[in-house]
């Protein structure tokens, strides 16, 4: 990829879309940010509005209202659009509504010429990954998902109140689907270089495996929590697609728990893209790291695969 200019062409500019874009602009992710949008008078409005602010942020970035001629020669195209998720409404209930919106957008973006990396957060974002990569034909390390991505921030905020450690030194992930069957496999969890099985079993009388499990299921429940409360999430979401971006543009060789194409790993089919920690380079989604799974998280992810297969061939193409 080449990092002259660094060109990030976003489609759809609703809150998420906008998060990501107020985000890239106060960290200058890139050097020229496209707005695309079935909105245009919304989408032209949301880059004068970043424009306005330009005078107060450490960029030069270019921003503007484009359509998808831009894709052209953008190195990412960022997916946000889709229907959003209403109160009670599970993310795979958005599958079909949000099929249809993306048969609008991937092929109009490929037929400009675009060969750069496909970046797609719209939910069920699995899913959709999966249905942009069916949609694109472009290679599957060059078509991600945000996946679990925001889910591990979360869990790693929470260990990290729960055990008072710098959540950055929680190294826990969050695995599986983006949604109601995703879980933690705590026999991969670390705080700072101890396992976090072991810290708990050595604190008996300060730490207990049921308060992580309210971790766990306070993470899987938190964008109902949040939506209940305010209708959408959107800030963290928005953060967790500017860190993926930097990491490509950085060739950083970062590990997220993208949604990523499965490739044999833990002895399941090729087809399915599911949040697991995999290396992001400039190339896209370089190589999935293969977990040491305990035979209990083996089958929650392999009924978390399912899941996902099952409702991808639900869809009406």
């Known amino acids: 990829m080449a990092n002259i200019n660094r060109k990030v062409v976003l489609i759809g500019t609703g809150m998420v879309g906008m998060s990501f874009a107020y985000a890239a602009l106060n960290q200058s992710i890139c050097d020229e940010l496209v707005l695309i949008d079935l909105n245009d008078v919304r989408a032209k409005g949301e880059a004068m509005d970043l424009n306005h602010g330009l005078a107060f942020s450490n960029s030069s970035m270019k921003i503007y209202f484009g359509d998808y001629s831009d894709c052209s020669n953008a190195d990412i195209a960022v997916i946000c659009a889709g229907v959003n998720q209403k109160p ?4 795979l209930q958005l599958l ?12 109009r973006v490929v037929s400009s010429g675009f060969e750069g990396i496909f970046l797609v957060a719209t939910n069920p974002v699995d899913i959709m990954t999966r249905v942009t990569y069916e949609l694109s034909g472009f290679n599957a390390a060059k078509v991600i998902g945000t996946g679990t ?10 260990l990290g109140t729960y055990f008072e450690i710098d959540p950055r030194h929680m190294h826990a992930y969050v695995i599986g689907e983006h949604g109601d069957s995703e879980f933690v496999p705590w026999s991969q969890a670390l705080a700072a270089v101890q396992p976090i099985k072991e810290l708990v079993e050595s604190n008996p009388d300060r730490y207990c495996m049921d308060d992580l499990e309210k971790i766990s299921a ?9 939506i209940k409360a305010k209708g959408s999430t959107y800030y963290g979401i928005g953060m967790a697609i500017c860190r993926i971006v930097r990491a490509i543009f950085n060739n950083e060789n ?29 190339g896209g989604a370089n190589r999935i790291l293969e977990l040491n799974l305990t035979d209990d998280e083996l089958e929650k992810l392999k009924s978390s695969y399912e899941i996902l297969n099952d409702n991808f061939h639900s869809i009406e193409f």
């Open 88 to 91: 009670g409404e599970t993310r």
């Open 96 to 107: 079909q509504r949000n099929t249809t919106v993306f048969k609008s957008i991937v092929p």
């Open 218 to 226: 306070d993470v899987r429940t938190a964008a109902y929590e949040i």
């Open 254 to 282: 970062s590990v997220f728990t993208c949604s990523v194409r499965l490739r044999g790993e833990y002895g399941l089919r090729k087809d399915v893209f599911i949040g697991n920690p995999c290396i992001i380079n400039n």
């Open 149 to 158: 991505t925001l889910d591990t921030a979360r869990l790693r905020y929470l």
